[in-house]
């Protein structure tokens, strides 16, 4: 009876210690619920559910290590939920969204499960908000678009622009807001981020590498541009919606996560000195 008590007494702690989480969950269904939706009705905004699997990939391979418990994790997260409270009341989505990733951030510093850079994964997956892709639109995808059709006719096609919409014999195919690139912005920038924590990074390691593969968004768009705009050449103009609606960030997504892993980590021991 003694050693199934020693047994029992460990899962007992590891499920207290998910407790919180779940408290976290349930205060801030009414905006997961939302982000839902989102995801579900706008096919721009998913690239952003990648962090979602980076963040289980994180758990997955360091078990959510205890690091030392941080009291002013408190603050954030106090001030995440009030974020998230004054986002809903003010019909803000992107304020009460980015309130889950603060609160998250605090609470991690509170619980000190999981760390720090771990836990920060959760701000890649908030999309970006309608009203910046129609701040930068339509002038960024009729640039992107201008400099894929002039890559593509170079290769032979024969398209031509009409205003945001690509022609050519074989049919049209027209350019929207998230062609411009910035749905990947978070997707890539998570993905930097997750190769930091499998270098054994610190978070300016994670941070600096999240940046690198942010910026890279803008020449990846245009080659995804330059496919769509040959696959509308070759007849097949249905084709090249469908690439630059999913087929782009899933291949980037997969090609990016499986050169991540092929990396490996600088070592066997993942350090958290200085994560939290």
Sequence with gaps: ????????????????SWLPWLGLGVAVSPVLASMAET???????????????????ALARTGAPSVPAHRDGGVGLALGLLMV???????????????????ALGLARLA?????????L????????ATLLMLVSPALELQLGRLALLAANGLGASLELSGRTWVGTAGRLELTPPDNGLPLVPMLAGLGWYAGLRAAGDLRTCATRALAFGVITIPLQLAGLVVAACLLWAGSPDAGHVWLSRGLWLTIAVAGLVWIERQGPRSSTVSHGGAN
């Design 39 to 57: 995801f579900w009705r706008a096919p721009h905004s998913r690239p952003a559910l990648l962090a979602a699997v980076l963040l289980a990939f």
């Design 122 to 129: 959760l701000f890649f997956a908030v999309p970006v908000p």
């Design 1 to 16: 009876m003694k050693m199934l008590s020693t047994e029992m007494a460990p899962r007992e702690s590891l499920v207290a």
């Design 85 to 103: 409270v004054f986002g809903l009341a003010g019909e803000t989505e992107f304020v009460a969204r980015l309130g889950i990733p603060v609160a």
């Design 112 to 120: 000190g499960r999981p760390d720090a850079r771990t836990a920060a």
